[in-house]
């Protein structure tokens, strides 16, 4: 075999394997992946979203959706309140529901303007309420017996 057609040889055979791995590697990142994507938070109030396609955009989160409840499970126990002070971005119209448990009788109160929101809570028995964010602007909620702030709600 002459020099020129080992050479070409030798680039076929380079091209080959070449062409083989570039294939290989489409065909490898088509096939699904487990956790391809990343999860999507869901509300039990949300609404169905069956029909959607994956190169769809995804819905704004609940806290930001005014079509989704906002639901915050709230924990009072030992002079502490879980969350505490945390902000969360909520949209004009949306619906807020409060669960709250707590270890002592108290009021957990909603400043969400007018006479505000206020729900009664027993010791030891769980209590549910809601309320829906008429305006914009910064509302707290807060433990009246404690006086400590659960929440900021930032509606816009």
């Known amino acids: 075999?002459?020099?020129?057609?080992?050479?070409?040889?030798?680039?076929?055979v380079c091209g080959a394997v070449a062409l083989g791995l570039l294939?290989?590697?489409c065909t490898s990142?088509?096939?699904p992946q487990a956790n391809a994507s990343p999860p999507v938070a869901a509300s039990p109030s949300a609404p169905s979203s069956s029909g959607e396609s994956p190169t769809s955009i995804p819905p704004s989160p609940p806290s930001l959706n005014p079509d989704y409840a906002l639901t915050i499970n709230v924990t009072i126990a030992n002079g502490k309140t879980i969350p505490s002070?945390?902000?969360i971005n909520v949209r004009v119209g949306q619906k807020v529901i409060l669960n709250v448990?707590?270890?002592t009788d108290?009021?957990?109160?909603a400043h969400i303007g007018g006479?505000?929101?206020e729900l009664q809570v027993t010791a030891g028995?769980?209590?549910?309420?809601?309320?829906?964010?008429?305006?914009?602007g910064s509302f707290e909620v807060e433990s009246h017996h404690l006086e400590k702030i659960i929440v900021i709600l930032n509606a816009r």
């Open 1 to 12: 075999m002459s020099e020129s057609a080992s050479k070409a040889r030798g680039a076929l």
């Open 23 to 25: 294939m290989s590697a």
């Open 29 to 31: 990142a088509a096939e």
């Open 85 to 87: 002070g945390e902000k």
């Open 101 to 103: 448990t707590s270890d």
């Open 106 to 109: 108290d009021e957990v109160h």
């Open 115 to 117: 006479p505000g929101y």
């Open 125 to 136: 028995t769980p209590a549910k309420g809601e309320f829906t964010i008429d305006s914009p």
